[in-house]
């Protein structure tokens, strides 16, 4: 199976200086996220340590959903300022994400799903988010793969969309460089030197940077990380698969991001076909990436009664990734409390991509001690201690 298409980038260099005054470990989207809006806050001397190439973790695989319909404000807003920056990326920081503002279309098929989703669509309007509940009919004029049958309503976010996650992280990147990030790749974060409540040191496969603020942003392998610094942070790594259909002919209509929402099955515009995807439920813990065929036969099963056509669609290719799964699967974004300079933003179990760039911003503001543009307090790893954690958010994709 080949892997994902990854563009070339200028920024993916291995050097490890010395020292730093920022280490990021972590070179996907969030990582390079936040050495772009560190950078362009003038903070300098930061190195992102990747363990592979840029984006060679789940970052690089192309789901790319974008949206800002979540049920709770907190997500709401992470993701709103998101789809914001997404549609400023071609100014800031300056590259072609491909971006399709196709919306999106979550499929309800219960009358207590419609209840919950009729209120999360009268908070996210409240919020200035532009979803609204639709009937089936509708549903399926706006993506006409539907059946209709067992449809009970659907609900419609247009300003929703998907992007390229690769072409976001080396664009990030790219200009992260141009401001004098430089990145390690190909470099293994081994351990690291407390002193007192700070991290002193970063050791890696490469040799060792004395720095004064670590920046976990490593994803499904945070969890190590923070086992390094003597800092839990609770991720357990899962896989996801999706798959892509051959070139169609006729070409598929632009249809929005389609989610069944009982189901977890979803599918987009890819290219000249379709993306499809599924969250395997019997799926166990691990960071094994090896693409199953055998695991269409459960989107088959799901499609065959809700989008008949796709279920003998030819498949030319598809691979799997790993979400970053916390117990309440919300993020994990804050301040350790037993280090003063460690950092933490992770644990987004499925949503990293869509809200990487608000949470750029976000830890920015961490670092510079300046109050965020949204309160992350209740992303505070700590919530799971003090048995504080937050209703879970839907974490298809």
């Given at each position: ?30 990582g ?46 992470l ?18 994400i491909?971006l ?44 006409p ?129 379709l ?24 989107f ?5 009664r ?17 979400y970053?799964?916390?117990p ?28 990487a ?36 958010e839907?974490?298809?994709?």
């Amino acid at each position: 199976m080949p892997s994902p298409p990854r563009p070339s980038s200028p920024a993916a260099f291995r050097v490890l200086p010395p020292s730093a005054d920022v280490v990021i470990v972590g070179g996907g989207v969030m990582g390079a996220s936040i050495a772009f809006h560190l950078a362009e806050a003038g903070v300098r001397d930061i190195v992102v340590v990747e363990r592979g190439e840029l984006a060679c973790g789940s970052s690089g695989k192309p789901i790319g959903g974008v949206r800002a319909h979540f049920s709770d404000p907190l997500n709401i807003e992470l993701g709103l300022r998101s789809l914001r920056a997404f549609q400023d990326f071609p100014h800031r920081p300056g590259a072609d994400i491909r971006l399709d503002t196709v919306g999106y279309l979550f499929l309800i098929t219960g009358e207590g799903q419609a209840a919950e989703f009729t209120e999360s669509v009268r908070l996210q309007n409240s919020l200035g988010v532009p979803s609204r509940l639709i009937d089936a009919a509708e549903a399926r004029r706006l993506c006409p793969y539907l059946s209709t049958e067992g449809l009970v309503a659907a609900v419609h976010s247009p300003t929703d969309g998907h992007a390229r996650p690769g072409l976001v992280v080396h664009g990030y990147a790219d200009a992260a460089a141009g401001a004098g990030v430089r990145f390690a790749t190909h470099t293994r974060v081994t351990g690291m030197d407390i002193s007192g409540d700070r991290v002193s040191a970063v050791h890696t496969d490469s040799g060792t940077v004395t720095c004064s603020t670590v920046i976990c942003a490593a994803g499904a392998w945070s969890a190590r990380i923070g086992v390094m610094a003597g800092v839990d942070l609770p991720v357990r790594p899962v896989r996801r698969q999706l798959a892509f259909t051959e070139r169609l002919s006729p070409a598929a209509p632009r249809i929005p991001f389609t989610i069944d929402f009982t189901s977890s099955a979803y599918f987009h515009n890819s290219d000249d076909g379709l993306l499809f995807g599924l969250a395997d439920p019997r799926q166990p813990d691990g960071f094994d990436t090896t693409w199953s065929p055998e695991w269409l036969e459960l989107f088959q099963d799901v499609v065959r009664r809700r989008a008949p056509a796709l279920a003998s669609m030819p498949i030319a290719d598809g691979w799997a990734g790993l979400y970053e799964v916390t117990p309440d699967h919300n993020a994990l974004i804050g301040r350790a409390a037993e280090l003063s300079n460690f950092l933490y933003a992770t644990g987004f179990s499925g949503h990293g991509f869509l809200q990487a760039p608000a949470v750029g911003e976000v830890v920015r503001d961490l670092h510079l001690g300046r109050e965020p543009c949204v309160d992350i307090t209740p992303m505070s790893a700590d919530r799971f201690r003090s048995g504080a954690a937050s209703r879970p958010e839907a974490h298809i994709v």
